[in-house]
């Protein structure tokens, strides 16, 4: 139960509404993650700190088993989507180095509170 609602809530993130076609891959290539993990087990409970834990153990916990799920949902996304424009959009003109600089602020800004959470996981 807490593998398919963890399946459904990580595709979903990166998926949006297509990820809940996607929760019986995950669930096939998932089963060697499936051990108790309090970073997913908070994921699950509150879906809304998804993008904060994935910037705090992107900084932070590289080696976490959260980051490996997200990493293998993710993958899942990247082949099996049907809007694959998302993930591999054509070619355009940078955004520079002020957007750059812009999103990477927005990026540490982000994973700081993510880092803060997780150390009390």
Do not use: W
């Not at 089963?31 to 900084?59: E, H, M, Q, W």
């Not at 949902?73 to 099996?80: G, K, L, R």
């Amino acid at each position: 139960m807490q593998e398919k609602k963890e399946a459904e809530i990580f595709l979903k993130y990166f998926l949006g509404s297509h990820g809940n076609q996607f929760v019986s891959v995950y669930l096939n290539m998932a089963n060697p993650f499936f051990r108790a993990d309090p970073v997913s087990s908070f994921a699950v409970k509150y879906p809304f700190f998804i993008s904060v834990l994935d910037a705090g153990t992107g900084l932070f916990r590289k080696d976490c088993l959260f980051r490996k799920k997200l990493h293998l949902a993710f993958a899942i996304s990247e082949c099996v989507c049907p809007d694959r424009e998302k993930f591999l959009p054509l070619i355009k003109p940078g955004p520079g180095i002020p957007g750059i600089v812009f999103h990477s602020v927005l990026s540490f800004l982000k994973a700081i509170p993510g880092g803060i959470l997780l150390l009390f996981l």
